[in-house]
């Protein structure tokens, strides 16, 4: 249990999905706007992240490894996020009109969302994986996959808050835009290196 | 010929996918922490994004609207697979440094993005000048991005190349520049003196008469000014 704990402050704070590793930056630079749109993201990507962690674990472990066909990892877990993406997308519609509704365009997008290619090859390389670790590397893989969600979703969340008063500041003009908007990107990955001594 | 070249220019200059477009940051940001390894990415990105455009053009026509997505990811992954087996082969260091941003070259926005705005509706010539372009620009991009940082950061340039360089001892390195604020902090810091050049720029080009209000000015159509505020 503390192991579990230990990997997912890890994956949340200590390596912060995308102010240490550079994942997810583009809905992070783009839908950080407003407080609410970006907290429709962040939850979209949590549903979608801990979805397939599990799901290309499995794949990954029966299939690829069973068949020797690792190299085709890169294939193979793109089809099933886009798969999967456009799943819980029909599934959501069903069952969760409400829920639907307020994710709109965001859900779709996800599939291009490195964070979630990047956290299921992540999985792999860490050797969360069955031969090594058993039905555990179930469990690691998905909780590690929640915690980079987690970590995304704080991170656009907090981004939006500083946007939204950032908005009516005279900022200088060249500044106007992207560069301010990456300048609060470089502060928060400074307060972010606060975390490392955590583990 | 001229078209081809247009798409070069297009491509480093006009549209460049890094400074202007602000399309793949995450390749931008994460490896860009020395000249090398920006270099390094950028091409393997181009080679990916040359073969993609042409594949994707010639099928263009055999491809069903419906599944075109799909079909371009497909495409793509294939490619980078072949790209990332090539590198471990021939270029140990390179994949080592580069790591897991290999096979997300898959989700660089720019690959599918060119793959949809431009091959698909393009000649397959066009359309690999295109790839050709693009790439170059965000080599350029990365390089320039990994030069800043590694000279800041590490003091050195090219280090572990032929061509490496590196400042006197007395120079202290500020090594936050090659950790992940300094990504953030020499973006924001590019592109905001682009900006300021863009703005020097359009000052100086304004309409002989001008007083700032294009209301009812007759020079609208020719006005360097009002077309980029359009």
């Given at each position: 249990m503390k192991e579990l704990m230990m990997i997912l402050v890890g994956a949340a704070f200590v390596n912060n999905v995308v102010l240490s590793q550079f994942f997810g930056l583009c809905p992070f630079l783009g839908v950080s706007k407003q407080v609410k749109t970006a907290a429709s993201m962040g939850a979209a990507v949590i549903f979608v992240i801990t979805i397939s962690s599990a799901v290309a674990s499995l794949i990954y472990d029966f299939i690829l490894v069973r068949f020797h066909l690792e190299y085709l990892q890169t294939i193979v877990f793109i089809l099933v996020i886009a798969a999967l993406v456009q799943l819980v997308e029909m599934f959501l519609k069903k069952a969760s009109p409400g829920l639907y509704q307020a994710l709109g365009v965001y859900l779709p997008l996800i599939t291009t969302n490195c964070a979630v290619l990047g956290v299921v090859l992540q999985n792999v390389q860490k050797e969360y994986v069955f031969t090594g670790m058993g039905w555990n590397a179930l469990l690691v893989s998905v909780v590690n996959g929640f915690g980079t969600a987690l970590g995304f979703t704080i991170a656009i969340i907090i981004m939006a808050g500083i946007r939204e008063r950032i908005a009516y500041n005279d900022i200088p003009k060249p500044f106007q835009g992207a560069p301010i908007v990456l300048l609060v990107a470089c502060l928060m990955a400074i307060a972010f290196f606060g975390f490392s001594g955590l583990i | 010929?001229?078209?081809?070249?247009?798409?070069?220019?297009?491509?480093?200059?006009?549209?460049?996918?890094?400074?202007?477009?602000?399309?793949?940051?995450?390749?931008?940001?994460?490896?860009?922490?020395?000249?090398?390894?920006?270099?390094?990415?950028?091409?393997?990105?181009?080679?990916?994004?040359?073969?993609?455009?042409?594949?994707?053009?010639?099928?263009?026509?055999?491809?069903?609207?419906?599944?075109?997505?799909?079909?371009?990811?497909?495409?793509?992954?294939?490619?980078?697979?072949?790209?990332?087996?090539?590198?471990?082969?021939?270029?140990?260091?390179?994949?080592?440094?580069?790591?897991?941003?290999?096979?997300?070259?898959?989700?660089?926005?720019?690959?599918?993005?060119?793959?949809?705005?431009?091959?698909?509706?393009?000649?397959?010539?066009?359309?690999?000048?295109?790839?050709?372009?693009?790439?170059?620009?965000?080599?350029?991009?990365?390089?320039?991005?990994?030069?800043?940082?590694?000279?800041?950061?590490?003091?050195?340039?090219?280090?572990?190349?032929?061509?490496?360089?590196?400042?006197?001892?007395?120079?202290?390195?500020?090594?936050?520049?090659?950790?992940?604020?300094?990504?953030?902090?020499?973006?924001?810091?590019?592109?905001?003196?682009?900006?300021?050049?863009?703005?020097?720029?359009?000052?100086?080009?304004?309409?002989?008469?001008?007083?700032?209000?294009?209301?009812?000015?007759?020079?609208?159509?020719?006005c360097d000014k009002r077309r980029r505020s359009k």
């Open positions: - | 010929m001229n078209g081809c070249l247009e798409r070069l220019y297009n491509g480093i200059v006009k549209e460049n996918p890094t400074f202007i477009l602000m399309l793949g940051m995450c390749p931008t940001l994460a490896v860009t922490t020395s000249a090398f390894n920006g270099l390094g990415m950028g091409l393997s990105t181009m080679a990916v994004l040359v073969v993609s455009n042409l594949i994707i053009s010639i099928l263009r026509n055999v491809i069903p609207d419906r599944v075109r997505i799909p079909a371009y990811i497909v495409i793509v992954a294939s490619l980078v697979t072949v790209v990332q087996l090539l590198i471990q082969a021939y270029i140990p260091e390179l994949y080592d440094a580069l790591g897991i941003y290999i096979p997300l070259i898959v989700v660089n926005c720019i690959i599918l993005g060119r793959a949809e705005a431009y091959a698909s509706k393009n000649p397959p010539l066009l359309a690999a000048f295109d790839g050709i372009g693009m790439g170059l620009g965000f080599s350029i991009a990365l390089a320039c991005m990994g030069f800043f940082r590694e000279l800041i950061g590490a003091g050195t340039v090219f280090s572990g190349t032929p061509f490496a360089y590196s400042l006197p001892e007395v120079y202290e390195p500020v090594s936050i520049f090659v950790l992940a604020p300094g990504a953030f902090l020499v973006l924001a810091l590019i592109i905001a003196f682009l900006n300021a050049m863009n703005i020097e720029n359009n000052g100086r080009k304004k309409v002989e008469g001008c007083d700032g209000a294009c209301g009812n000015c007759g020079k609208v159509e020719t």
